[in-house]
């Protein structure tokens, strides 16, 4: 998770150019890579040591990084569910120009 080290532009500029052939190399969609990365930075950006939406909201919200890790942790498996569905089902994100949901 690189969105915990760095921001998220900066993830976004370093890595696709470097993994995005690689990817495409293997027959992944290039879609479907983004949006698995977008969702993996995501995670990344609430998540500790970098976190930089954690800092903030503990800011605003004027409370500990533990208490807020503490009440978000049910949160992450959910997120952790939802980039396994995304990476694993690559249908999902194609549902609006060839999916079965727009063809009724």
Not at 19 to 29: A, M, R, W, Y
Not at 41 to 49: M, S
Not at 94 to 103: E, I, V
């Amino acid at each position: 998770m690189l969105g915990c080290l760095l921001g998220m532009a900066p993830s976004i500029l370093i890595v696709t150019p470097i993994l995005l052939p690689v990817v495409i190399k293997f027959g992944v969609d290039p879609v479907h890579f983004g949006m698995i990365m977008l969702l993996n930075l995501g995670i990344g950006l609430c998540h500790p040591p970098v976190g930089a939406i954690l800092f903030v909201g503990c800011a605003v919200g004027r409370v500990t990084i533990e208490q807020v890790v503490r009440e978000i942790r049910p949160f992450y498996g959910v997120m952790f569910l939802v980039l396994m569905l995304v990476t694993y089902i690559p249908r999902g994100e194609h549902c609006g120009d060839q999916g079965p949901l727009m063809s009724a």
